[in-house]
């Protein structure tokens, strides 16, 4: 097998000399395992995030679609597909804890690598933030940053099957075209416009019902002012802080908070874990009619990991950033 090993922990933005590829040699799987083949793997946020999980010298974290190529387990026989964590490596033996087995009437027509974007966990974390957390009902303005990436463009689009008004920030103006083209109200590049604050207030003049926040810093500071009276605030990530070597401390708009009494939560996509399949189905029935597209970023080569992981943190990605081994 193949594996990308960390070297040592990312000191503010991740480079080259954090990652190692390594050789291993795997033995034949035994009573009860299997051998899986990496088809896609998942290059996510979290990773820089979650990273002090790992010790230097341990296989970067990840999930990815796999292909089981050798089973001594009968519940995943030999060519079923599954997703797993089983970090960044090519083979992978596995006893099946922890594993999900890619349903087998999967259509043909949507790509198993959707299966860590649209249709896996991005996707359930656009679902559970809308549905668990905001409530978002028909007929509110929504509100979402990072919104041409893996979960922001799939929190667009529910909002709009659900008969909402959807604003959105991306970093450069062809995914603002993109997120046109999915259907958004509103969109714009929080890069090059002059002021956040007039061009949320431009966007929806009486403000914002339900904010998805991803990015958090002076964006998050900005748009809390322009939220409704009893606005909501999912707390999904902050992707502008992950890379800080010292916290930002504020300043936060208490004042909104209070005086217009929001309501923010923060959540974690696993909370809602045993409603995971049947948030799969409901993405997939989006999917099969054209309701929901999920566009991947695809980066070809697992030797391409490391810049493909840096790339989507830079954000070079429109959708979900995958790799093709
Ligand atoms: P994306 O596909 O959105 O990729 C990351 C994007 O973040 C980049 O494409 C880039 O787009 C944007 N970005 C990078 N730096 C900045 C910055 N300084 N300011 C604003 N935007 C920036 O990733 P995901 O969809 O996988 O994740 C989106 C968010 O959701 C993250 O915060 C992540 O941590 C969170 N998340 C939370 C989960 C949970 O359970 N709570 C589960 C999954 C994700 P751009 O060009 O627009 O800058």
Redesign the pocket.
Known sequence: AKTWVLTERFEGFPKDSNFRLQLEQLPDPKDGEMLLEALFLSV???MR?YVMRIQPGEVMMGSQVAKVIKSHNPSFPVGSHVVGRCGWRTHSLSDGAGLTLLQADWPQEVSLSQALGGIG??GL?ALY?LEEVLDLKEGETLLV????????SVVGQIAKIKGCKVVG????DA?VAFLKDLGFDEAFN??TITSLEETLKAASPDGYDCFFE??G?P?FSVALPQMKQFGRIAV?????L?NDTTPQTGPYPHTSMVFKQLKME?????RWQHKNPEGIRRLLAWAKEGKLHCREHVTEGFEKMPSAFMG??????I???VIKV
Request: aromatic share 10%.
């Open positions: 996510d946020p979290y995030a966990m991005p974390t933030g940053n990072a919104a041409a990436g893996a979960v922001g920030s991306a970093g450069s995914k929080y890069k991803n990015v810093g964006f999904c990530g902050g992707i502008s992950y923060g959540f974690l996509v696993n989507m943190l830079k954000g070079e990605n959708g979900k950033a």
